[in-house]
Structure formats: structure tokens, C-alpha cells
């Protein structure tokens, strides 16, 4: 068992790598005034490494945390209840759907994770994109924008489905795996409900125009995911955590 105050600073460990990699790379989205990110990664990792309740509530406050700084407020109060509820969904489900390691689970995940990844770079992620927030607290600035071309994309999702492959075969469970698939319906479907009848209409956006970000949406959870299963897995092989989703026991 983790003690209290290995928790504690877990907590703050987490809620620290959560706010980081939400604002180090935000890309707008129009239609509802939203952005997407890869905070979801740092979410899914504490999921992985430290349990739900670390990952809950480093994913609850990084994230508004980082809404309310960038200049996405409007979106803080959704975010708090909703990054905090898939966090710790992630890290209790995470627990439960452990299964047995093996090669075809392992080539069945990474698979699926390519195929995914592949899906959303091809229609999504392609050409132009800005990189970082165009805003931090009182301070307006030009985020760098930078070309990838389709090929790199491809590339960096055989890759990343190859390492996945390799993660689930050794040191993560495909069950994890789906884990954290699961919990980002759960983000993707609270931020369509508040969207579509809080902050749309708020704001004099369609409300309909809510269903527009739910591939985006989609695409941050498999993304985050697909980065938080190797890092997990290389924590754990290199003795950081163990399998119990707690942490090494003090």
C-alpha cells in the first residue's frame, strides 16, 4: 500500500504533469470554442501508476487548471467533474480488467491502437497545426506553427502501435489497455452533453455543433492512451511501480 504521504505527493506530481501536457500542445477547435490536448496522457499514467483516486484528482484540478489559465474558463467547471470522473474510472477499471499476457492479446491491441491512430492522423491531425496555447494567465502570445506531413503521421502511429504491441506483451495488461479506452467515452460524452447544452449556447455556437468535436474528442483518449501505455510500461520495467497500480510499497 501506498502510504499517505507518497499519495499526497503523487497527487501533486500528477496534477503538475497533467497541466503541463494540456497547455504544451493546444490545437482550437471552432466549432465549440474547445481545444484539443494531450493531458488525457498524464490522466491515463497516473491511472496506470498510482491508482484512481491519484489520477482522478491530478486529472480534475490539472486540467481546469489549465482551462482557467489559457483562456478556456468557460470549460473549467465541465472539466473538473469530467477529467476527475475519467481518471478515476481509468484507474479503478484499470484494476479490474487485468487479464492474462499474451502474444495474440498483445498483437490484437496494438493493432487496434494503429488502426485508430491512423484513422485520426489521416482526417484530423494532417498538414498545419499550433503548437502550445495562445494564451497563459494575462499574456497573449503566437504559438509556433509547424508542418507534418501525412507520411510522418503514418509513421508515428506504426510506431506507436508497435511499442503498445510490445508494452501489453510484457508489462502492461490488454485489459489496461481497454481500460483507458473506456473511461475516455466517458470524457468524450461529457464534454458533447456540455457542450451542446451549456457552453455552446453560452457562447451563440449551434448546439449541434457539439458533435463536430467528438471524433477530436475520440482521437485525444486513443492518443493518450497510446502514450501513456508505454511510459507505464517502462516505469514498471524499470521498478518505479509495480503492477499493483499503486506505486512501489514503502
Not at 15 to 28: E, F, K, M, R
Not at 134 to 157: G, M, N, Q, V, Y
Amino acid at each position: 500500500m501506498v502510504s499517505r504521504s507518497r499519495k499526497i505527493l503523487l497527487i501533486i506530481a500528477y496534477t503538475v504533469a497533467v497541466y503541463v501536457a494540456t497547455v504544451a500542445l493546444q490545437i482550437y477547435q471552432p466549432a465549440t470554442g474547445g481545444y484539443f490536448n494531450l493531458g488525457e496522457a498524464m490522466i491515463y499514467l497516473a491511472a496506470l501508476t498510482a491508482g484512481p483516486v491519484v489520477a482522478g484528482i491530478a486529472g480534475g484540478i490539472g486540467s481546469s487548471l489549465a482551462d482557467l489559465s489559457t483562456g478556456y474558463g468557460i470549460f473549467a467547471p465541465a472539466t473538473l467533474v469530467i477529467k476527475l470522473t475519467e481518471g478515476y474510472v481509468a484507474g479503478y477499471l484499470a484494476r479490474r480488467l487485468r487479464g492474462v499476457r499474451n502474444r495474440v492479446v498483445a498483437a490484437l491491441t496494438g493493432a487496434l491502437y494503429t488502426v485508430l491512430l491512423l484513422i485520426f492522423s489521416v482526417f484530423y491531425w494532417r498538414g498545419k497545426i499550433f503548437v502550445g496555447p495562445e494564451k497563459w494567465l494575462t499574456f497573449k502570445f503566437e504559438s509556433p506553427l509547424i508542418e507534418i506531413p501525412l507520411a510522418a503521421w503514418i509513421i508515428i502511429a506504426i510506431v506507436l502501435g508497435i511499442l503498445i504491441a510490445y508494452s501489453v506483451a510484457k508489462n502492461v495488461y490488454g485489459g489496461e489497455a481497454a481500460a483507458l479506452l473506456l473511461s475516455g467515452l466517458i470524457m468524450v460524452t461529457g464534454y458533447l452533453l456540455y457542450e451542446y447544452f451549456v457552453s455552446n449556447p453560452l457562447t451563440g455556437r449551434p448546439p449541434a455543433a457539439a458533435f463536430i468535436e467528438v471524433p477530436v474528442n475520440i482521437g485525444q483518449a486513443v492518443i493518450g492512451a497510446a502514450i501513456a501505455i508505454p511510459l507505464a510500461s517502462w516505469l514498471r520495467r524499470a521498478g518505479y511501480v509495480g503492477d499493483s497500480g499503486q506505486g512501489r510499497s514503502e
